[in-house]
């Protein structure tokens, strides 16, 4: 059962439905295809609070034991800044990204991530916040 209504519009900010954007991904249904497409599904799993997929798609060398979202926080928007590599073809990328969130508190983080390639899959390596 998807955490978002799959008609409703995914938060990731692509304009397309949550079923036919994001979900793919969260469903296992199909893997990110770059890391750009895997940095907006892992921001849509924050928004929906999927722990469980942002743990999937973490690479083993440095992911933690477990994850515990913050309660009270809404990540609402995504803005895309830079991306370097992470093509279909590469083994690596980078993606530097604004999340902004509210609730308990409102702000913007903003992140420098990297990706690698792990058996044909990508995930999330590090993240320098700003």
């Not at 799993?45 to 690479?59: E, I, N, R």
């Amino acid at each position: 059962m998807p955490l978002l209504d799959v008609d409703k519009r995914c938060p990731c900010g692509t304009g397309l439905n949550f079923g036919d954007c994001c979900y793919r991904f969260h469903s296992g249904e199909m893997v990110a295809p770059t890391a750009e497409a895997l940095m907006r599904s892992r921001f849509t799993a924050f928004a929906v609070g999927d722990s469980q997929y942002l743990l999937d798609t973490w690479d083993k060398e440095t992911r933690p034991s477990d994850l515990t979202l913050d309660v009270g926080i809404t990540f609402y928007r995504l803005d895309i800044l830079e991306t370097e590599g992470g093509g279909p073809f590469d083994s690596t990328g980078r993606v530097k990204f604004h999340a902004l969130y509210k609730g308990l508190a409102s702000g913007v983080q903003e992140e420098d991530s990297t990706f690698r390639k792990v058996d044909g899959r990508w995930v999330y390596s590090t993240g320098a916040v700003d």
